[in-house]
């Protein structure tokens, strides 16, 4: 299916940046809606691309990472995964966050995905990777990510936590159902 070009039904009449950090910047627009009313749109930018990695060994087990996330107050397992700047190519941003988190590389990537996280209120966009023929070495943590815990598993068992809710991350969702059903697991 191709892709339709189709005019914008929204007018912006005006922006004000409301808050602004090295990672994400937060505008409110004043609008036109599609049906002509007038109304406010806010608009988080994020500074850079998300980026997520499935790595998977020659017997089908894969790692997930395990971390305190600050703004959901809760522990969240998910797949390796990070920011990238958008004058980098995905496939190095991957790499590196493979590595960092897992102490892992890779001779083999997939990229298995493409997608937009939040597209009603940011413009955040997502790459999901596959990463095989792993070869170990030392994790390479940043400092947030100074109580992460590393965990290998067979992929079957990642995608039941998927299916059981105990993983909710969206990139680790989407990438982990994706791969699953790419395997018919």
Known sequence: MSKEVIKNPWTTLSGESKYDNRWINVTEYQVLNPAGGKGIYGKVHFKNKAIGIIALDEDDNTWLVGQFRYTLSEWSWEIPEGGGPFEE????????????????????????????????????EGFLFLAQDLEHGEVEFEETEADMKVMKLPLKDAVAMVDRGEITDSLSVIALQALARMRKI
């Open 89 to 124: 190519e995905p496939l190095a941003c991957a790499k590196r966050e493979l590595k960092e988190e897992t102490g892992l590389t890779a001779k083999r990537w997939t990229q298995i995905a493409r997608v937009h996280l939040s597209n009603s209120v940011s413009d955040e």
